[in-house]
């Protein structure tokens, strides 16, 4: 199976990493920002990272499919054990609301820190603006950690006390912040930056992080 992008997308890294905890090996094809050929753009045809193809899967014909709370789903869905979306209502319920919460309202928030002090000065080349990216980190990027904070188990783990799809998407974007040097924290939000380093530290995350590390120092 093969993903297109980068896992320096959060979306991208969700899917490696969530495909990493179910024991899968994916191949990823550079994509995204104007890379990509024709096979991305099917799998893809608004061009946004990641895209996804299963060779064969559609009744002999090639199963593509972008978004990545689609294709975790679609893995899941395919490879059912070992389980990483609930099943039971609520923690069912409870895992697609904090993929919402890391993919629409945190993402935001990270997303202007990341292009403002990475993307577009070191990476792109391009014009920025460090107002936008100060304005996330003091006003906008607070109460989202506030109410992580005050949402993590005992356990370490967002949904039924053990790994699932939850702490792998709102993890992932930490992961950005991380590049543009930024850490939460630990004095603000001790259970989250705990919670944080502990989930990034499994063996599905901590090459990609590793990885990209190298990538983003090179930058300089
Ligand atoms: N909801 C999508 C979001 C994908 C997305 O916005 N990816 C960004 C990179 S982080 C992208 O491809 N941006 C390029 C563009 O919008 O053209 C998902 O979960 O995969």
Excluded: Q
Aim: glycine residues 6%.
């Amino acid at each position: 199976m093969i993903v297109y992008g980068s896992t320096i997308s959060p979306f991208v890294r969700k899917v490696m990493a969530f495909a990493a905890e179910k024991g899968l090996a994916l191949t990823i094809e550079a994509a995204g920002l104007g890379r990509g050929g024709p096979e991305f753009l099917e799998s893809s045809p608004f061009g946004k990272i990641p895209g996804f193809r299963d060779p064969g899967a559609d009744g002999g014909k090639d199963f593509c499919i972008s978004d990545s709370t689609a294709i975790c789903a679609y893995l899941e869905a395919k490879y059912p054990e070992p389980n990483m979306i609930p099943v039971a209502p609520i923690a069912h319920a409870r895992t697609i609301w904090f993929e919402e919460y890391a993919d629409s309202i945190f993402f935001a928030s990270a997303a202007k820190i990341f292009v403002h002090r990475l993307l577009y000065p070191k990476m792109l080349k391009r014009p920025f603006d460090e107002a936008i990216a100060a304005n996330a980190v003091d006003v906008e990027l607070p109460p989202l950690f506030d109410y992580l904070e005050g949402v993590i188990p005992p356990s370490g783990f967002l949904v039924e006390d053990r790994i699932t799809l939850a702490d792998i998407a709102v993890c992932s974007p930490f992961v950005n912040l991380a590049h543009t040097e930024m850490v939460i924290d630990p004095a603000r939000w001790p259970t989250t930056a705990g919670y944080v380093s502990a989930i990034l530290a499994r063996p599905s995350f901590a090459p990609i992080v590793a990885a990209e590390r190298a990538m983003v120092a090179a930058l300089g």
